[in-house]
């Protein structure tokens, strides 16, 4: 199985190059960028499982970066920076890091907490399939053979747009979709003024599956972002 990629952004070359050096050592692919405008160009053609991302950048700095790959992306995001005060770290946790160490720092614990990252990041986004192309989300299973839909053992119907957009949501746990994204990976063609077609059919969804659709416990709701499967 190949090792997961992880995006480095720093703008100083020696920081970029050390942290390299330990990746590469650990058997991890490694993309490096200079400053936050070209990871986020990186991050629309490449596969990144983990992102690497300073603070204090030209361009775009860290900050800014990890609020524009949050409205798309849910990798776990480690923070670098020199700046070492608690509202700092805060600032970094807010705008979405998962993570945040301070220069200079001991490339052994960065590692480790990569691993750390990584391990949870798999765990939470790795739903249950079974041989037989069985989903299981809680009490919810999806069969994605026969597409049979089951909560709490009780036959759900869903319409095969319904059933479309649940089985993208569950197989993608823990990414957040917008509607835009919803609209283009299931009906298959650009998205023109179609946001009330997908949140019509999301409420439906909703209404089959759950007991308390103002509190749903599959598919929630990211406001001014998307929808996702959390659990």
């Known amino acids: 199985m190949d090792k997961e990629?992880?995006?480095?952004?720093?703008d100083e070359k020696e920081i970029r190059d050390l942290v390299n050096i330990y990746l590469k050592n650990e058997g991890y692919n490694t993309i490096l960028a200079e400053d936050g405008i070209e990871a986020i160009e990186i991050l629309e053609s490449k596969d990144i499982h983990l992102i690497i991302l300073d603070v204090m950048m030209p361009k775009l700095d860290g900050i800014q970066a990890c609020m524009k790959i949050r409205a798309e992306k849910n990798m776990p995001i480690i923070m670098l920076s020199?700046?070492?005060?608690?509202?700092?770290?805060?600032?970094?946790?807010?705008?979405?890091?998962?993570?945040?160490?301070t220069k200079p720092f001991n490339p052994l614990e960065l590692i480790a907490r990569v691993k750390?990252?990584?391990?949870?990041?798999?765990?939470?986004?790795?739903?249950?399939?079974?041989?037989d192309g069985v989903i299981e989300i809680d009490d919810l299973t999806i069969n994605v053979d026969t597409h049979?839909?089951?909560?709490?053992?009780?036959?759900?119907?869903?319409?095969?747009?319904e059933f479309d957009i649940l089985e993208l949501l569950a197989r993608n746990r823990g990414i957040v979709f917008s509607i835009e994204k919803i609209y283009e990976r299931v009906w298959k063609e650009d998205f023109l003024e179609s946001e009330n077609t997908v949140m019509v059919h999301i409420r439906k969804i909703r209404e089959k599956l759950e007991k308390n659709t103002r509190n749903p416990k599959y598919i929630k709701t990211v406001w001014g972002v998307g929808y996702k499967i959390e659990n």
């Open 5 to 10: 990629t992880i995006l480095i952004v720093d």
């Open 116 to 131: 750390s990252q990584l391990r949870r990041y798999i765990r939470l986004n790795t739903p249950m399939i079974k041989n």
């Open 148 to 161: 049979e839909i089951k909560v709490e053992g009780k036959d759900i119907k869903l319409t095969p747009r």
């Open 82 to 101: 020199a700046k070492s005060q608690d509202i700092d770290k805060i600032n970094g946790l807010i705008t979405g890091a998962d993570d945040y160490m």
